[in-house]
């Protein structure tokens, strides 16, 4: 109880010290109809501060308080940001003053033109548990003496062992992305005079940060992808699939002290998890998949040449790794991916221009009944293995005690939400596999 107070009393604080800081940039804050809360699992949420009606701005910023490689100081964008993307030009500039905040050098904390609003950031506990472990798991598998190399992963991350395979794949995902700017960064050591006081620590926070609170805003990047910003405020609000928040212009009204949530994009709850570190909710939500990319490939020969043709031609087509089943009561995309797969896998070489016809729309039905009992029977195969996987993952989830077996940092959580937030991974993926209806075809 002590400690929720404590938190829901920062969290005011620090409200306060940003409108002080958004009002000395000319921001109307009187005109917000939101405020923040801090959550039951140490994170913060935006509320509703009075009933807002449909198609009511929410929250308005001007450009000065967006922070992004054209608000940032030019002479650091000048000086060390040439050849980063912006991700990480934003990245090293947090990196930096965390380690400066972390050593309270006070000279040029206090004039950072950003300190009100970094300062409300959240701090590495509130950040995605999962993600900081294999982080610095990751860490400790290099050598001292060797901060320049790649870093290499080294066996599994014990946290994986609590995960589907669709969660592992992603979390690699993520975090092949880090590394891949972790080495970039490491390269400016001999530029930045401060870099050489940073920590992994540091670079995880500013890591994190960028990569779960910027926001899409047009900043002038011939690259959609590097027009990003972090935006005070609208940062703060979490995600949720059935959202009526549009930008951040609600589509419908809103009541007093209702949280509220943006849609960040056609999210699963895997993903959401291994890139924010959380779940929309406990229930599935209509982007849930399961990836079954290593069944298909699997299937396939790389050294049988007519299969390497039907390997190449399922890149071409983007069929290729990324082959996913969906919960049917959620979705009509059940098993598009991958009976596209199997397809070209049972379809003869002189039937494979038709295959490609029905690809590209030129015939609506595949006619070979053949092929169709194959695949059929070949998707059931790969549902029944899935099931006894699913079902063997949630029965070892099971058999924790809450209270004693995760009270150690064997997995890496400080907090039991994200042991949580796998087991609801790991049910929801069982009970859709046992929707499944093997005779369906």
């Not at 589907?164 to 930045?192: C, G, M, P, Y």
């Not at 070209?344 to 590209?360: A, S």
């Not at 009270?407 to 939400?417: A, K, S």
């Amino acid at each position: 109880m002590a400690e929720a107070t404590n938190r829901e009393e920062e969290t005011s604080e620090q409200w306060k010290d940003l409108l002080g800081w958004l009002e000395s940039e000319q921001t109307n804050t009187g005109e917000f109809k939101a405020t923040i809360q801090a959550s039951s699992h140490s994170g913060r949420i935006l509320v509703a501060k009075e009933d807002i009606h449909e198609a009511t701005p929410i929250l308005s910023l001007p450009r000065s308080v967006l922070l992004d490689t054209q608000t940032i100081p030019s002479e650091f964008i000048e000086g060390y940001g040439q050849g980063l993307n912006p991700i990480q030009t934003l990245t090293l500039y947090l990196t930096i003053y965390s380690a400066q905040k972390r050593l309270k050098n006070s000279s040029t904390i206090d004039y950072h033109p950003f300190q009100p609003y970094l300062s409300s950031l959240p701090q590495d506990k509130q950040l995605n548990q999962i993600k900081l472990n294999e982080i610095h798991t990751l860490n400790k598998n290099r050598s001292d003496n060797q901060d320049d190399q790649f870093p290499v992963k080294n066996g599994q991350f014990k946290c994986y062992e609590l995960m589907t395979w669709t969660t592992i794949k992603q979390a690699d995902e993520v975090l092949d992305r880090f590394v891949k700017d972790w080495t970039i960064l490491n390269h400016t050591k001999s530029v930045h005079p401060s870099f050489h006081e940073c920590r992994l620590s540091d670079l995880a926070w500013a890591w994190l940060i960028v990569n779960t609170r910027c926001v899409s805003f047009d900043i002038g990047a011939k690259d959609h992808d590097n027009n990003i910003t972090l935006a005070p405020g609208f940062d703060m609000a979490n995600h949720c699939s059935s959202s009526q928040v549009t930008t951040i212009v609600n589509r419908k009204g809103i009541t007093m002290e209702k949280r509220l949530n943006f849609k960040y994009g056609p999210h699963s709850n895997s993903t959401l998890l291994t890139e924010y570190g959380f779940v929309d909710s406990h229930h599935i939500n209509p982007w849930d998949h399961i990836d079954i990319s290593p069944l298909i490939i699997s299937l396939f020969d790389p050294d049988n040449l007519a299969h390497q043709n039907k390997i190449d031609l399922l890149k071409v087509t983007g069929y290729w790794e990324y082959v996913r089943l969906y919960d049917p009561k959620q979705s009509t995309r059940n098993f598009t991916s991958s009976s596209v797969a199997l397809r070209l896998l049972y379809t003869p070489e002189n039937k494979i221009p038709e295959w490609q016809d029905h690809i590209d729309g030129l015939i609506d039905h595949l006619q070979d009944s053949v092929v169709e009992e194959l695949v059929h029977s070949t998707v059931v195969q790969f549902i029944q293995s899935l099931l006894i996987q699913s079902q063997t993952l949630v029965d070892r989830l099971n058999t924790f005690n809450l209270g004693q077996d995760l009270q150690t940092d064997e997995f890496g959580f400080d907090t039991l939400y994200s042991f949580n937030c796998l087991k609801t991974l790991a049910i929801n993926q069982l009970h859709s596999l046992s929707s499944y209806n093997p005779s369906h075809k």
